[in-house]
């Protein structure tokens, strides 16, 4: 019965747990603003100001997404990337980078790092949400994967790519 299909659809959507962003960013303003707007979104935000405290807590629980400031006091962001694919509890999180630079060797590194897009400071709080939500379409398959026992073989290597504006999956290809 189409009725009862929709009661099922939304006591699902009332009961399973909202969308986890890890958001990494040293200006408190930037950060808090996102997390505004991730929040309006259904997002649930965790918070970090430097990148040793983002790499404690992507080792200790699950995210289904992390925005990730390259420019950050300590470890930058490059490396906390390196470090969250190689060695914590998120090996296969998309990451979504936030850069002040330009370069396109910056952005080359950025992406060489496991990063799966980045953003160029300063950018529009709204384009980033729709970033987010451009990911959202693997975060369903996220969560499924969490119920796993911890398995990294078996963890998907699917990267979330943009493709002329929009998110399409590619395998990435192993090297
Ligand atoms: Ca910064």
């Known amino acids: ?19 986890t962003v890890l958001v990494v960013e040293d200006e408190p303003n930037i950060r808090e603003l996102v997390c505004l707007h991730l ?3 259904n997002y649930e935000c965790v918070q970090s100001g430097d990148g040793e405290g983002a790499l404690k807590l992507a080792r200790s629980q699950h995210f289904d997404l992390v925005i ?16 969250i694919r190689r060695d914590s509890e998120n090996p296969d999180v998309p990451v979504l980078m936030l850069t002040a630079r330009r370069e396109e060797s910056d952005k080359v590194v950025g992406l060489e790092s ?15 949400v729709a970033r987010a939500r451009c990911f959202a379409a693997g975060l369903g398959r996220s969560s499924t994967r ?18 002329g504006g929009a998110c399409a999956s590619a395998t990435r290809t192993s090297s």
Do not use: H, Q
């Open 1 to 19: 019965m189409p009725a009862e299909e929709g009661y099922t659809e939304a006591l699902e959507a009332a009961t399973s747990p909202r969308p």
């Open 68 to 83: 990730l400031d390259v420019m950050l006091p300590g470890l930058d962001g490059v490396t906390v990337c390196k470090a």
């Open 146 to 163: 969490r119920e796993r026992p911890p398995n990294r073989s078996a963890i998907s290597t699917s990267k979330w790519i943009r493709r």
């Open 114 to 128: 496991g990063a799966d897009d980045y953003l160029t400071k300063p950018f529009g709080v709204r384009e980033l």
């Open 39 to 41: 929040g309006l979104e």
